[in-house]
């Protein structure tokens, strides 16, 4: 007990993380991805956070849903930042998301859940029967979605402020689906390393990031994920945007040794998929984000040569053409429509509605 608040074990029961997060040290779990939370219930009148960030660039911001209504917190560089999630004068039922908003520009150490004496717990939050994983780059990671002023255009100059992963097609798409969503995401990342924004002169590819927890050097050890712990009904794959940099061979000559490379990692990047999900629906995409046509017929050759009846490739209306700048709410919502109808009569035969989502 500190003064009139006490500490709530970061290990409880009632307590639901979702996201590829680092656990093992479970009283102080590290969120490194995109759209990662913790979501609670308790009564009570006041919930505090402590939060040690560690950034790589831009400013860095966390992110909740409390009771209904989103709030976001500037985290300081480097050290512990206190969030006041909830400080009400009467005790009274919160039910509270908290969750990483940006990708892995940095990374978040959970330390201390404090409630006010004579608060307690609720029973956990359910959890979605269904599951779905995103492997994506900034546009899957929400990266600059709340500058709304520039819809259809190109972005303004920011430092961070602008992005969130709540308002991402991934999760919009997971929401209307009311599935789970692990979210590995990473703004400029290309499929393969050396190509890219990521990192770049030295970009590092999906490939090397994909079956890790932390993949960032500057940021801890590199560690890999257990793919035991999460199995999704559906994977969704949407890169070849940030594979055109630094080069657009892709648009330049079809049958470019580099061209044909680029698809033979990609359809041994979709084998990989399948051995650690046998039995997934796998869907490869790109996005309304412009970009050259070459990129999608490159993915729906591979597609085509795999010949296997849960891999398909899915064009959205405005496919590639949409905006030269990354999708704001609105777009993303109309990416999220598009893919929620799409894997609701794929993946799960049409079994029910979708859930609304209000967002933009």
């Known amino acids: 007990m500190r003064g009139n608040m006490k500490e709530i074990a970061l290990d409880q029961e009632e307590l639901v993380y979702s996201g590829r997060i680092d656990r093992k040290n479970a009283k102080k779990p590290e969120f490194i991805f995109p759209a990662s939370s913790l979501h609670f219930r308790f009564w009570g009148r006041k919930a505090v ?118 308002y991402s097609y991934a999760w919009m798409t997971a929401r209307m689906l009311n599935a789970e969503l692990h979210d590995i995401a990473q703004g400029g990342i290309a499929l393969m390393d050396g190509t890219g924004w990521f990192r770049e002169p030295n970009g590092m590819g999906m490939e090397l990031v994909w079956d890790k927890v932390h993949y960032v050097p500057e940021l801890g050890e590199t560690s890999y994920w257990d793919f035991s712990r999460y199995t999704p009904d559906a994977v969704v794959v949407a890169l070849g945007q940030n594979d055109s940099h630094p080069e657009d061979y892709m648009q330049e000559n079809y049958a470019d040794t580099e061209a044909v490379r680029w698809r033979g990692h990609y359809r041994a990047f979709l084998e990989k998929l399948r051995s650690r999900y046998p039995s997934a629906y796998i869907i490869c995409c790109t996005t309304l984000l412009n970009h050259d046509p070459g990129w999608d017929d490159a993915i729906e050759e591979v597609c085509r040569g795999l010949t296997d009846e849960k891999i398909s490739h899915y064009l959205f209306r405005r496919n590639g053409r949409g905006t030269p700048g990354h999708l704001r709410i609105q777009e993303a919502r109309e990416m999220a429509e598009e893919l929620a109808i799409y894997m609701e009569a794929t993946v799960y035969g049409g079994k029910k509605g979708l859930v609304p989502c209000e967002e933009g």
């Open 49 to 166: 956070l402590k939060v040690e960030n560690r950034s790589l660039y831009w400013d860095n911001y966390a992110g909740a849903v409390v009771d209904g209504i989103q709030k976001k917190w500037l985290l300081e560089k480097e050290g512990q930042t206190e969030l006041i999630l909830v400080d009400e004068a009467e005790d009274r039922g919160h039910d509270i998301l908290f969750f990483k908003r940006q990708d892995g520009c940095h990374k978040m150490v959970l330390h201390e859940l404090m409630l006010s004496q004579g608060a307690a717990l609720l029973p956990a939050p359910p959890v979605p029967k269904r599951r779905i994983e995103v492997y994506g780059d900034s546009v899957s990671a929400g990266e600059v979605s709340e500058a709304v002023a520039y819809t259809g255009k190109e972005d303004p100059v920011h430092n961070g402020e602008y992005s969130n992963s709540w």
